[in-house]
């Protein structure tokens, strides 16, 4: 049996056609076809499962991965400024911006890349350097730092400087009571 799934299928058949019964042709047609395949399509998928998962352990591969994602990125960002750019100044006012993102396509090809666009306006705000602008470097820059994950890092960076700043202001708050409670 074992030969007849793994091996040289033929030579054992031929025995049992020869010797047994010719009945056996059709058997070992079946078994080739269910056991056969199943087992070495079970076995090639277990050998592909490991090779994939010995390669995401590699440093260098996974290193140039994340290269290409970002290289990717930076194209669709390019493509996306170039698209938005229709006055050709080489910068994004907000205008040209709230166009861009009121296409339905822009804003499903935006979500497919993990960047949400519900509040366009605020996003461009977070973005933009402070000239009211945005370049296409601050595009590709400010989209990276919005998608997936590191979207989250910041926001929890943003939630966690707030509650500092105001445990200082409580504080100030307490201290200047205090102040005033002496002098009374």
């Not at 076809?33 to 352990?57: C, D, K, P, W």
């Not at 497919?112 to 000239?131: N, P």
């Not at 202001?169 to 307490?174: A, K, T, V, W």
């Amino acid at each position: 049996m074992t030969e007849i799934t793994f091996g040289n299928f033929i030579v054992p058949v031929r025995v049992l056609v020869e010797q047994v019964n010719e009945a056996f042709t059709l058997y070992a047609v079946i078994h080739k076809i269910i056991l056969g395949y199943s087992i070495l399509g079970v076995l090639n998928a277990i050998f592909i499962q490991e090779t994939f998962r010995a390669a995401s352990m590699n440093d260098g591969l996974m290193v140039r991965q994340q290269q290409k994602r970002q290289e990717h990125h930076e194209r669709k960002m390019r493509l996306l400024f170039n698209e938005a750019d229709v006055d050709g100044s080489g910068a994004l006012d907000m205008d040209e911006w709230m166009t861009v993102c009121q296409d339905d396509w822009v804003q499903v090809w935006l979500a497919s890349q993990d960047i949400k666009v519900e509040d366009a306006r605020s996003l461009f705000e977070l973005m933009d350097d402070g000239d009211g602008v945005l370049t296409a470097d601050e595009l590709v820059k400010g989209t990276a730092m919005f998608k997936g994950a590191s979207a989250m890092i910041k926001v929890m960076m943003m939630v966690h400087r707030i509650e500092g700043r105001v445990k200082l202001i409580g504080e100030e708050l307490l201290a200047e009571r205090r102040e005033k409670d002496i002098r009374v």
